[in-house]
């Protein structure tokens, strides 16, 4: 099972970030069930409800999350988090269509929270997952994009052991390689966070997270906080 770490430099740069990562093995994905659809549906309206007319730029955790962004010099109105982009269809658009199990999961956790989650199938990448810049020459193929090309020096990434970008822009976009997808069995889960009250919400996202995975895909899971002190899943 491959794992998930930060990289020292990504930690001396934002020594406040939280991440929590589940490793899960033997699950089942597939259509998303009717019972999951009509709480997925239930979730959009209410956070559609509880977000209002706030604009998205000044809730805590996206506001940290552009801040970010700012700090390895992406502009986040160009490039948006990935739980901001979600947000931001939920609020303009009305809804979030389904994708399958669990990508669903994932994306009813992320606007919950509003903070991003991957959901990365574990038998696409190659070793450990390292947060960490880039030096130019890792290649990508990003989920909607045909082409396959290379992320900018010092952007920061997800990124394998044989250099395949799993996601871009830290948070940005998911590469096309790493989706989960219908016959998906083993997943990296990772949902992080910059904000004052990151870890609160990190752990109490793993633990919604953990109860949907175990009621709808099965399995066995590993479930881990990293931060400064502890690093990497083990």
């Given amino acids: 099972m491959s794992t998930f770490r930060y990289h020292t430099d990504i930690l001396a740069r934002y ?3 939280v991440g929590g990562v589940i490793l899960a093995q033997g699950i089942t994905n597939g259509p998303t069930p009717e019972s999951l659809l009509v709480s997925y549906q239930a979730e959009q309206e209410a956070v559609k409800e509880r977000i209002g007319k706030t604009p998205l730029s000044q809730l805590q955790s996206l506001e940290a999350w552009r801040a970010a962004f700012r700090r390895f010099g ?3 109105t ?12 939920l609020t303009k658009k009305g809804d979030i269509p389904a994708i399958n199990l669990l990508v669903d999961i994932g994306n009813m956790i992320s606007i919950r929270y509003a903070l991003p989650v991957a959901v990365i199938d574990a038998q696409a990448v190659q070793g450990a997952i390292t947060v960490r810049f880039a030096d130019g020459s890792e290649h990508s193929s990003m989920l909607g994009k045909s ?21 871009r822009r830290w948070c940005w976009r998911q590469g096309e390689e790493s989706a989960a997808q219908a016959n998906t069995t083993a997943a990296i889960i990772a949902i992080e966070a910059h904000h004052a009250n990151g870890r609160h919400d990190v752990e109490a996202a793993l633990t919604d997270l953990q109860e949907l995975l175990r009621k709808y ?14 690093p990497a899943t083990l």
């Avoid at 290379?150 to 395949?164: K, Q, R, T, W």
């Avoid at 895909?217 to 502890?230: F, K, N, P, S, W």
Wanted: no cysteine; aromatic share 4%; charged share 30%.
């Fill in 147 to 167: 082409e396959s090309d290379h992320p900018e020096p010092g952007e920061v990434i997800f990124s394998d052991e044989a250099g395949l970008v799993v996601a």
């Fill in 78 to 89: 160009q490039y948006r988090s990935a739980a901001e982009a979600l947000l931001r269809r």
């Fill in 217 to 230: 895909a099965g399995g066995t899971l590993q479930v881990h906080v990293l931060d400064r002190e502890h």
């Fill in 15 to 17: 020594p406040d970030v």
């Fill in 74 to 76: 992406v502009d986040p």
